[in-house]
T-cell receptor
């Protein structure tokens, strides 16, 4: 298994540009989520999904969209990039959202918005 | 709102020492607690998951304990090695409707050869 994969690893955007961060998992996990990690702020949840066709907002959803058309993929879209979105983005998944299941994280995408 | 604190923020020890990393949380109504390791510029690697009904979990040289009533968890690393150098994060799951983990800010560990 490849686990949780993310592309790209690095990205530089100009303010106002849009882009999609890709996330895929090959473990047949129902639950997937996106976090951002900022110095001094820890990891904060952006959006999550408990299955194909079901998404919900996390703690910091503004400026981001998600969709879940398949079990494997959970892309994160930046609609109009802003410097405040400069961060490291992590995708995570688990079998289900339940107490017995570990969260597995991808390697991250480092995004800089100028 | 659940808050997770990790102390110390940074720790430097000589190789071979046993060490303890601390994690505290404000809301004891947790479902589980997970310890992660993060190497510089890398993602998070899951180390141990402790269910709320468990007191501890062990994996190799790692032992994690959980005391829900006092809102504390410790990660014990035996016979530390330079390869253990990384940032260690703890995260708790509280099912408040928003299905998220709440993370601490981490302890940055440096093991000196």
């Amino acid at each position: 298994n490849a686990g949780v994969t993310q592309t790209p690893k690095f990205q530089v955007l100009k303010t106002g540009q849009s882009m999609t961060l890709q996330c895929a998992q090959d473990m047949n996990h129902e639950y997937m989520s996106w976090y951002r990690q900022d110095p001094g702020m820890g990891l904060r949840l952006i959006h999550y999904s408990v299955g194909a066709g079901i998404t919900d907002q996390g703690e910091v959803p503004n400026g981001y969209n998600v969709s879940r058309s398949t079990t494997e993929d959970f892309p994160l879209r930046l609609l109009s990039a802003a410097p405040s979105q400069t961060s490291v983005y992590f995708c995570a998944s688990s079998y289900q959202w339940g107490s017995d299941y570990e969260q597995y994280f991808g390697p991250g995408t480092r995004l800089t918005v100028t | 709102k659940q808050e997770v604190t990790q102390i110390p923020a940074a720790l430097s020890v000589p190789e071979g020492e046993n060490l303890v990393l601390n994690c505290s949380f404000t809301d004891s109504a947790i479902y589980n607690l997970q310890w992660f390791r993060q190497d510089p510029g890398k993602g998070l690697t899951s180390l141990l998951l402790i269910q709320s009904s468990q007191r501890e979990q062990t994996s190799g040289r790692l032992n994690a304990s959980l005391d829900k009533s006092s809102g504390r968890s410790t990660l014990y690393i035996a016979a530390s090695q330079p390869g253990d150098s990384a940032t260690y994060l703890c995260a708790v799951r509280v099912d408040t409707g928003r299905r998220a983990l709440t993370f601490g800010s981490g302890t940055r560990l440096q093991v000196q050869p």
